[in-house]
């Protein structure tokens, strides 16, 4: 493994984690407002929780590569599914520059969950509570 390597997958898990933490922060700070939010949206505001937990425990179990594969895996799905709900079926009404932001913001979620996929196959990499050496080596 090269250096690059060993620095890219704990880099490349801080930014992936970082939008899922702000988010999920940025919610908890913001209830009431995201909350209606997402029952103007169609969504039941009762799942908020849900939501939250799985942005601030996902990202952080992301961030420290802790089940990474699988957590990856289920941010990946929650991304798109997010996506199609808040940005993509909403753009479908719309005409001119809001039409092209919400597409953006769409394309966005479905670029991070492409990265949320590198994960799946590669795997947390260095630096991570997956790949964790033992403190002393087993007797034999």
């Known amino acids: 493994m090269t250096q690059f390597q ?10 992936l984690a970082f939008i899922f ?3 999920g922060a940025q919610k908890i700070a913001g209830y009431e407002g995201t909350q209606g ?3 103007m949206m ?3 505001g009762a799942l908020l929780p849900l ?17 990474a594969r699988l957590v990856a895996f289920l941010l990946a799905g929650f991304t798109l599914l997010s996506g199609l709900i808040f940005h993509y079926l909403p753009s479908l009404g719309m005409e001119g520059m809001e ?7 769409f394309m966005k979620n479905v670029s991070i969950a492409g990265g949320m996929l590198m994960v799946v196959a590669l795997g947390a990499g260095a630096w991570s509570l997956d790949n ?7 007797a034999e």
């Open 6 to 15: 060993t620095y890219a997958a704990p880099v490349g898990r801080l930014f």
């Open 21 to 23: 933490i702000m988010a």
């Open 37 to 39: 939010y997402m029952e």
């Open 42 to 44: 169609g969504v039941p």
């Open 51 to 67: 939501v939250i937990l799985t942005e601030l425990g996902g990202g952080i179990a992301l961030l420290l590569g802790w089940q």
């Open 99 to 105: 039409a092209q932001m919400q597409m953006i913001s």
């Open 132 to 138: 964790r050496q033992p403190l002393t080596q087993p």
